[in-house]
């Protein structure tokens, strides 16, 4: 298949759409990337730089950025939303009217709508019913593809078919794409793990040493496991890269927002000034989904209470690793 020639919209011009524009681009697709703030796509056009969110990535000098949502959309052949789950809704219905009717439109943000409980295919369906969808989601920090380091991660679609189109297109030397068919199963791992993540950083935060970081990132992908099962996630899609391979990777590095900002609580440090921790907004969604389906996740619950302020820092990591066990466990 020939991958010139295609119109690739990024909309959102946070660190993980910037990195898709670079990587977009340097596959040969012509790229429009869209973003709301005009002091940063001018940073961009002009500068070659993305200086909030990737200020130590130089970026190909014909990345172009638009504050133009409907230029960014016309005539794109690939939609690539980038955008944080809290307000994906309100920004997908302000600009669904331009996005062709044939482009599938890819979901590359991760999380859980906090009022509503929604994943992001769920707002999809709901405001474009019978628009086709992927969603994308592995081992991948935005500086990384940036920089064009080797990652693999994994684009799922009811429609294999099209997984398989996609993962064509967005592959290259470097930039490895799997497909799957199990929608479910990614955007579980690429949501929840954001919740877990902050508990590691807790974890960490805290000194509690190595031993526990790998208890406790094995009992939280074992939550994971038992929140696919009840969903008809497929139990190889767990142990893949999408949620096994994005879950180590988010529980172990500071790059990691998510486990920056439990790192922060696990010292009693002020979060305040970092940047967004999707995991923040999720765990309380997670935690109802749970309860919801009878599901025991005693982490994401004790994500959830220490981010509510129902337990303190030191309540949470009783809970995180000496709660009793039980046989779900």
């Not at 990737?54 to 016309?74: F, M, Q």
């Not at 993540?197 to 994971?224: D, K, N, P, W, Y």
Request: neutral net charge.
């Amino acid at each position: 298949m020939n991958k010139t020639g295609k119109k690739i919209a990024v909309m959102g011009s946070g660190a993980w759409g910037t990195a898709l524009a670079v990587l977009s681009h340097n596959l040969g697709h012509d790229v429009a990337l869209y973003g709301r703030n005009p002091e940063t796509v001018e940073q961009i056009n002009n500068n070659h730089i993305n200086p909030y969110y990737l200020p130590d990535v130089i970026l190909p000098s014909g990345l172009l950025a638009t504050t133009d949502a409907a230029y960014a959309l016309g005539g794109a052949d690939f939609v690539l939303a980038v955008i944080p789950a809290q307000v994906f809704a309100s920004a997908l219905d302000s600009f669904a009217r331009f996005i062709p009717e044939k482009a599938p439109i890819i979901l590359c943000a991760k999380g859980i709508e906090q009022k509503t409980g929604r994943f992001m295919s769920d707002i999809v369906s709901d405001i474009l019913p019978n628009h086709q969808m992927a969603t994308l989601s592995g081992p991948s920090f935005a500086e990384d593809v940036a920089r064009g380091l080797p990652t693999a991660v994994t684009i799922a679609a009811k429609n294999i078919e099209l997984s398989k189109e996609i993962a064509n297109l967005f592959s290259g030397p470097v930039f490895r794409c799997y497909a799957s068919d199990d929608i479910v199963g990614v955007e579980i791992g690429g949501s929840l793990k954001n919740v877990l993540a902050i508990a590691a950083g807790a974890a960490a935060g805290r000194g509690l040493g190595a031993s526990a970081q790998a208890a406790l990132v094995t009992r939280g992908f074992a939550e994971l496991r038992r929140i696919g099962k009840a969903m008809g996630a497929r139990a190889e899609t767990m142990t893949g890269l999408s949620v096994l391979g994005d879950l180590i990777l988010t529980c172990s590095s500071a790059k990691s927002r998510n486990f920056t900002y439990g790192f922060a609580l696990g010292q009693e440090k002020s979060t305040d000034g970092l940047k967004l921790a999707e995991g923040v907004a999720t765990a309380p969604g997670a935690a109802e989904l749970c309860h919801r389906k009878n599901i025991v996740a005693p982490v994401i619950d004790a994500v959830a209470d220490l981010l509510d302020r129902r337990i303190t820092i030191d309540e949470a990591v009783t809970a995180l690793i000496t709660r009793p066990l039980k046989s779900e466990d």
